[in-house]
């Protein structure tokens, strides 16, 4: 217990500190970590005129809200094909998405690429969504969570004129909500925190997310090396995930231990 409250407080001190630069004045940012002269709310105000992060975020939150749409509906439908229906190659297939996961996501950022290119979606939100659109850890995680489901649920569906479309939305989704909860919560957090793959093939304000913004306001001419606006910039980022985080944290842990994840 004290190694991990000692491990807990080696990770949370980075956050402290940039969160005490934030509200520094410029002048007391190399201080000590309660050596605080005085607060101020300029380093935000300055970093938001400087920088458009209201684009930003409305970019992100399209980005985020348009994956998590598509790949729910695209886990869900997957999962519950692998779990529950019987067709040609079902195992074959099965394999093939498993070794998805043996591939990191930045060993594919060039094929993905030229295909953006190749379609014309460089520089647009699109571009950004379409890799994320399916996940085959969420369809691996969702039909582990699906195949603990009684068959006799399906059965007496069946024997009650029930096809496979009124049986996955009454019956499967409902019994696989802890997990749907979880899956939202990564797969947002992941798509949100994401930065390389946008980077790369983002161009224009519009369509940047929040993380490619705030990189690129850390490195121009508008900050000025000024940490206390580059932190107030960073908080920007990551108020609304620890927002949210705080606010569901029940339902996040219990999700996760209801779906068997640790």
Known sequence: ?????LLSFTWIIPLLWSVSIAFRPPND???GLFQITGITFQNFVKAWH???FGQYYIATLIIVLGILAVQLVTTVLSAYAFARLDFLGK???????????MIPMDALIAPNYLVMSNLGLVDTK????????ASAFSIFLL???FKQIPREFDEAAVMEGAKWWHILPRIYIPSAKPTLIALALTVG???WNNYLWPLIVTNSTVNRPVTVGLALFSSSNESGADWSMITAGMLFVAAPLIIAFMIFQRQFINSFLQTGVK
């Open 91 to 101: 195992q074959f297939f099965f394999i093939v998405l498993m070794l998805q996961l």
């Open 126 to 133: 699109l571009a950004v969504m379409l890799p994320h659109f």
């Open 143 to 145: 039909r582990q969570t």
């Open 1 to 5: 217990m004290i190694f991990m409250l």
């Open 29 to 31: 940012v190399f201080k």
């Open 189 to 191: 957090s992941y798509n």
């Open 50 to 52: 400087q920088a458009p």
